[in-house]
């Protein structure tokens, strides 16, 4: 009699549907990571602690064994490059790096004639999954592949429980509209993640009409470094034993008294609690200013709701509490006024197509001129005409900004005056430049800014938030005049995190798109002296090493993409890490004097001078600006009116409609497991359209894993 026979006999099967081989095998490569092969040179197996709910036999631990004996070992030698010149040793556990080893692997199963079926290793440390806590069981990994028809409260209880780093889920495709489910794994800040769609249509122990989906629950650990020399202990975002407490025992209490960073916090998880609620609205397709009305004026109704029901108190409980009348109505009206600038605000923010293309000063101008009209209703008519007067002033600060920031820059010793005023007096400089007078100019690309810099920031080497602010805005100056100028690295730099230092260069780059350069390029590292461009595609003479017009093609099935590699020196190099001098948008020296010293791309600085010559009135036409600078009729051309310009196709995104893919209401359906012999299941008849994984807006954004086709899963 076989294993499925007995325990229907003896009644112990509790919808017992051994795991198949592909799902474990799934699971066993995203536990591993991506296969290592002969060209990785640091690699070694993983080793896991593992819980097993609902185990059956034990058929994970010895599946997950054998794929893992599978793997063949790696050389035992790591050979540095293609000629295998240079090699290192490989010790036991690098050579085993494509094997999964569980140390430790605990069961809980409720059958006993499975229990005795299972490995020798097993560690069985509970039967009844209802009986039993998880928190006080900890591991690695939780396994469970639940039974069908109960599958919400196992995934539920697991995820709220369950006090390990993974999750590994067995459960129905419609799993995502369950909202205990959602809830659970926000309650534990969970990300979760489908490894892949599977059914038991052809299970090699149990066949069945099932379409289910591997679920991996992340319960987002986070690493404290107690050193620089010691690896630090693990703890889980949110503690399994503290949300069983808060939520079992529901005391709402301020623990302690208010200090600085507790108020800072909770105004912080405010605001995200105001973007969360803008975000959950916006999921039916109305545009953004209905939400916001309609979000305003449902606070708007709870404020005044909430200070009518202060009517109802007795005015010696007033007496008591020491209220005055006077204070309760300017508390009223500070609430109401804080509303209307928190949504005048969330308005301001979104205008991202105008506000990205500004200095901060005029960013700051912009929104002071903004949030000087909050008092205003907050109404759909109103946001619209201050929408409306936004759009009409937008080219006009794009203009203001690029003439401050042009000079700014003007020093005397950084400018060339145009051929026809060539009698300017320098000496003069200070006072026409203070004066307005001074005109007919170009910005050299050589400019030297000066700043004060107080005696604290000298012996600190901090170098003054000003020059951050001045890379900032040069480069937004630099996007608006079509350059893809990457400073991403200093948007949020000041002077106590920033990279700037004294009597040191540094370089903001263009963004660089994808590209091979030739042997013998010059490069910012130094000379290429062999380019290797790494591809999935079968080379043309058969062999894994091709070379062609002096590029190396190394061939490997196992490259996801083409990509470039090059030698410079000794050393090689990704592509993305390799740039040329054209590629420096500007570089960056500053000094303890106050000195900053910019070199800037050439073609940036004609393209800014000629704009501005154009604004301000100085050049014509292109061919005056051939005529006044050092520059040619086509460039002058191709520059003439070449600063971004707010155009009308742009306004319609201006206050964009986000569309968010959401499913219907959860129902909570049930679709029972049919259990069928392998005879009596016919293909064409039986064939089920498996149900479209729906997620809604039960998950935070950071929860799913977002993959290259754009879906929050990866089905289509």
Same mark, same amino acid.
């Given at each position: 009699?076989?294993?499925?026979?007995?325990?229907?006999?003896?009644?112990?099967?509790? %919808?017992?549907?051994?795991?198949?081989?592909?799902?474990?095998?799934?699971?066993?490569?995203?536990?591993?990571?991506?296969?290592?092969?002969?060209?990785?040179?640091?690699?070694?197996?993983?080793?896991?602690?593992?819980?097993?709910?609902?185990?059956?036999?034990?058929?994970?631990?010895?599946?997950?064994?054998?794929?893992?004996?599978?793997?063949?070992?790696?050389?035992?030698?790591? @050979?540095?490059?293609?000629?295998?010149?240079?090699?290192?040793?490989?010790?036991?556990?690098?050579?085993?790096?494509?094997?999964?080893?569980?140390?430790?692997?605990?069961? &809980?199963? =409720?059958? #006993?004639?499975?229990?005795?079926?299972?490995?020798?290793?097993?560690?069985?440390?509970?039967?009844?999954?209802?009986?039993?806590?998880?928190?006080?069981?900890?591991?690695?990994?939780?396994?469970?592949?639940?039974?069908? $028809? #109960?599958? %919400?409260?196992?995934?539920?209880?697991?995820?709220?429980?369950?006090?390990?780093?993974?999750?590994?889920?067995?459960?129905?495709?419609?799993?995502?509209?369950?909202?205990? &489910?959602?809830?659970?794994?926000?309650?534990?800040?969970?990300?979760?993640?489908?490894?892949?769609?599977?059914?038991?249509?052809?299970?090699?122990?149990?066949?069945?009409?099932?379409?289910?989906?591997?679920?991996?629950?992340?319960?987002?650990?986070?690493?404290?470094?107690? +050193?620089?020399?010691?690896?630090?202990?693990?703890?889980?975002?949110?503690?399994?034993?503290?949300?069983?407490?808060?939520?079992?025992?529901?005391?709402?209490?301020?623990? =302690?008294?208010?200090?600085?960073? $507790?108020?800072?916090?909770?105004?912080?998880?405010?605001?995200?609690?105001?973007?969360?609620?803008?975000?959950?609205?916006?999921?039916?397709?109305?545009?953004?200013?209905?939400?916001?009305?309609?979000?305003?004026?449902?606070?708007?109704?709870?404020?005044?709701?909430?200070?009518?029901?202060?009517? %109802?108190?007795?005015?010696?409980?007033?007496? %008591?509490?020491?209220?005055?009348?006077?204070?309760?109505?300017?508390?009223?009206?500070?609430?109401?006024?804080?509303?209307?600038?928190?949504?005048w605000e969330e308005i301001f923010n979104n205008l991202t197509e105008i506000t990205k293309r500004l200095t901060r000063s005029t960013?700051?101008?912009?929104?002071?001129?903004?949030?000087?009209?909050?008092?205003?209703?907050?109404?759909?008519?109103?946001?619209?005409?201050?929408?409306?007067?936004?759009?009409?002033?937008?080219?006009?600060?794009?203009?203001? #900004?690029?003439?401050?920031?042009?000079?700014?820059?003007?020093?005397?010793?950084?400018?060339?005056?145009?051929?026809?005023?060539?009698?300017?007096?320098?000496?003069?400089?200070?006072?026409?430049?203070?004066? =307005?007078?001074?005109?007919?100019?170009?910005?050299?690309?050589?400019?030297?800014?000066?700043?004060?810099?107080?005696?604290?920031?000298?012996?600190?080497?901090?170098?003054?938030?000003?020059?951050?602010?001045?890379?900032?805005?040069? $480069?937004?100056?630099?996007?608006?005049?079509?350059?893809?100028?990457?400073?991403?690295?200093?948007?949020?730099?000041?002077?106590?995190?920033?990279?700037?230092?004294?009597?040191?260069?540094?370089?903001?780059?263009?963004?660089?798109? *994808?590209?091979?350069?030739?042997?013998?390029?010059?490069?910012?590292?130094?000379?290429?002296k062999e380019v290797y461009v790494h591809t999935n595609k079968p080379n043309e003479n058969g062999e894994r090493v091709m070379e062609?017009?002096?590029?190396?093609?190394?061939?490997?099935?196992?490259?996801?993409?083409?990509?470039?590699?090059?030698?410079?020196?000794?050393? @090689?190099?990704?592509?993305?890490?390799?740039?040329?001098? +054209?590629? &420096?948008?500007?570089?960056?020296?500053?000094?303890?004097?106050?000195?900053?010293?910019?070199?800037?791309?050439?073609?940036?600085? #004609?393209?800014? *001078?000629?704009?501005?010559?154009?604004?301000?009135?100085?050049?014509?036409?292109?061919?005056?600006? $051939?005529?006044?600078?050092?520059?040619?009729?086509?460039?002058?051309?191709?520059?003439?009116?070449?600063?971004?310009?707010?155009?009308?196709?742009? &306004?319609?995104?201006?206050?964009?409609?986000?569309?968010?893919?959401?499913?219907?209401?959860?129902?909570?359906?049930?679709?029972?497991?049919?259990?069928? +012999?392998?005879?009596?299941?016919?293909?064409?008849?039986?064939?089920?359209?498996?149900?479209?994984?729906?997620?809604?807006?039960?998950?935070?954004? *950071?929860?799913?894993?977002?993959?290259?086709?754009?879906?929050?899963?990866?089905?289509?």
């Amino acid at each position: 009699m076989g294993v499925l026979q007995t325990i229907k006999k003896l009644k112990e099967d509790f %919808e017992w549907y051994p795991t198949t081989r592909e799902i474990i095998e799934a699971m066993y490569w995203d536990l591993l990571g991506d296969k290592v092969g002969e060209e990785k040179y640091r690699a070694s197996g993983k080793r896991y602690t593992m819980l097993d709910i609902g185990a059956g036999n034990g058929k994970v631990f010895d599946t997950i064994k054998k794929i893992a004996q599978e793997q063949p070992l790696l050389g035992e030698y790591y @050979y540095h490059d293609i000629k295998k010149e240079s090699k290192s040793w490989r010790d036991e556990n690098e050579r085993y790096a494509n094997r999964v080893f569980i140390t430790k692997y605990m069961v &809980i199963e =409720k059958s #006993q004639i499975l229990v005795d079926m299972m490995p020798k290793e097993t560690l069985v440390v509970g039967m009844d999954f209802e009986q039993n806590t998880l928190i006080d069981k900890q591991a690695d990994v939780v396994f469970c592949n639940p039974p069908y $028809s #109960q599958y %919400e409260q196992w995934a539920t209880r697991i995820i709220r429980e369950a006090n390990a780093k993974y999750i590994y889920l067995v459960i129905p495709q419609r799993w995502g509209k369950h909202k205990g &489910i959602a809830q659970a794994l926000k309650d534990r800040k969970a990300k979760v993640k489908i490894i892949g769609n599977f059914d038991f249509l052809n299970a090699e122990d149990r066949k069945a009409r099932a379409y289910v989906s591997l679920v991996k629950v992340e319960l987002n650990y986070m690493k404290y470094d107690k +050193s620089r020399y010691h690896r630090g202990d693990s703890k889980v975002a949110v503690d399994p034993f503290d949300l069983w407490f808060e939520q079992t025992f529901r005391i709402k209490a301020q623990e =302690k008294e208010d200090d600085y960073f $507790s108020s800072v916090g909770r105004a912080e998880k405010k605001e995200r609690e105001f973007q969360k609620r803008v975000e959950n609205e916006l999921v039916s397709g109305r545009d953004l200013v209905s939400v916001l009305v309609q979000l305003y004026n449902q606070e708007m109704e709870k404020l005044i709701g909430n200070y009518m029901k202060l009517s %109802e108190l007795d005015e010696e409980l007033f007496a %008591e509490l020491n209220i005055k009348l006077n204070e309760v109505k300017e508390s009223f009206k500070l609430k109401i006024q804080g509303l209307k600038n928190l949504y005048w605000e969330e308005i301001f923010n979104n205008l991202t197509e105008i506000t990205k293309r500004l200095t901060r000063s005029t960013r700051d101008k912009l929104k002071n001129k903004l949030m000087a009209n909050a008092s205003i209703d907050f109404n759909e008519s109103n946001i619209r005409s201050v929408v409306i007067w936004v759009l009409k002033n937008a080219n006009h600060y794009y203009e203001e #900004q690029m003439l401050e920031l042009y000079d700014t820059f003007t020093t005397e010793e950084g400018i060339r005056l145009y051929k026809s005023n060539q009698h300017f007096v320098k000496d003069t400089f200070r006072y026409n430049k203070r004066d =307005k007078k001074l005109d007919k100019y170009a910005l050299d690309y050589r400019v030297i800014l000066h700043y004060y810099v107080d005696d604290w920031d000298k012996r600190e080497g901090r170098v003054a938030d000003k020059q951050y602010e001045n890379i900032r805005d040069v $480069s937004v100056i630099g996007r608006n005049l079509g350059f893809a100028v990457n400073d991403e690295e200093f948007q949020n730099s000041n002077k106590y995190n920033g990279k700037l230092q004294y009597g040191v260069k540094s370089n903001i780059f263009f963004a660089v798109a *994808n590209r091979i350069l030739p042997k013998g390029t010059k490069t910012l590292d130094g000379k290429i002296k062999e380019v290797y461009v790494h591809t999935n595609k079968p080379n043309e003479n058969g062999e894994r090493v091709m070379e062609k017009d002096g590029v190396l093609y190394v061939y490997s099935d196992k490259n996801k993409t083409d990509w470039v590699q090059y030698k410079i020196g000794d050393a @090689y190099f990704h592509e993305n890490t390799i740039l040329l001098e +054209s590629d &420096i948008f500007t570089t960056v020296k500053p000094h303890k004097n106050g000195n900053c010293h910019f070199q800037f791309n050439k073609k940036f600085m #004609q393209k800014l *001078n000629l704009e501005v010559g154009r604004i301000r009135g100085w050049l014509k036409d292109p061919k005056h600006a $051939s005529e006044e600078m050092d520059i040619s009729i086509e460039d002058a051309t191709e520059y003439w009116k070449s600063s971004f310009t707010l155009l009308p196709e742009n &306004i319609q995104n201006l206050l964009p409609n986000m569309n968010i893919n959401i499913s219907a209401e959860d129902e909570n359906e049930k679709n029972p497991v049919i259990d069928n +012999s392998e005879s009596e299941i016919k293909a064409k008849d039986d064939e089920v359209k498996k149900e479209e994984m729906e997620t809604s807006n039960l998950y935070d954004e *950071n929860q799913l894993e977002v993959f290259k086709n754009g879906t929050l899963f990866d089905v289509a």
